[in-house]
C-alpha cells in the first residue's frame, strides 16, 4: 500500500506555471503506474496525464498537451506536474493516484485503474 501527498497547488493569473508534487510513502514507489487527474466544481473527474514506473512513457490530455509535463523521481518518491500557460479552465482539485504495477510498463489513463489516491490539491487560475 503506498500513501499519496499532493503539493504545490495555489492561486495564479493566466498564464503563470505551477508545479504540482505527488510524494509517496509506505512502498515501493517504482513498481507503481502513477497519474494525475483534475474534477472541477460541477464535473467529473477528468483524466490530465500519466507516467508508467519507470518513468518513460507518458500520456496527456488533448487539452494540456503542450502546456503541462509529468515526471517522477524515484529516488524522491515523487512524481511532478508541470504546468505552464495555465488557464482559468484549468481551475480544479488536482489529484494523484498510483496503481501496482511492478510486471508491467504500462501507462493508465482511466481512473477505474488506480489504486490509491491522495487528498487533492486546489489550482485556481484567474483571468
Known amino acids: 500500500q503506498v500513501d499519496l501527498v499532493e503539493s504545490g497547488g495555489g492561486l495564479v493569473q493566466a498564464g503563470d506555471s505551477l508545479r504540482l508534487s505527488c510524494a509517496a510513502s509506505?512502498?515501493?514507489?517504482?513498481?507503481?503506474?502513477t497519474g494525475w487527474f483534475r474534477q472541477a466544481p460541477g464535473k467529473e473527474r477528468a483524466f490530465v496525464a500519466a507516467?508508467?514506473?519507470?518513468?518513460?512513457?507518458?500520456n496527456y490530455a488533448d487539452f494540456v498537451k503542450g502546456r503541462f509535463t509529468i515526471t517522477r523521481d524515484d529516488a524522491k518518491n515523487t512524481m511532478y506536474l508541470q504546468m505552464n500557460s495555465l488557464k482559468p479552465e484549468d481551475t480544479a482539485l488536482y489529484y494523484c493516484?498510483?496503481?501496482?504495477?511492478?510486471?508491467?510498463?504500462?501507462?493508465?489513463?482511466?481512473?477505474?485503474?488506480?489504486?490509491?489516491w491522495g487528498h487533492g490539491t486546489q489550482v485556481t487560475v484567474s483571468s
Open positions: 493516484a498510483a496503481r501496482y504495477e511492478p510486471l508491467t510498463m504500462r501507462v493508465r489513463t482511466s481512473d477505474s485503474e488506480y489504486d490509491y
Open positions: 509506505g512502498g515501493t514507489f517504482s513498481a507503481y503506474a
Open positions: 507516467i508508467n514506473r519507470r518513468g518513460h512513457i507518458t
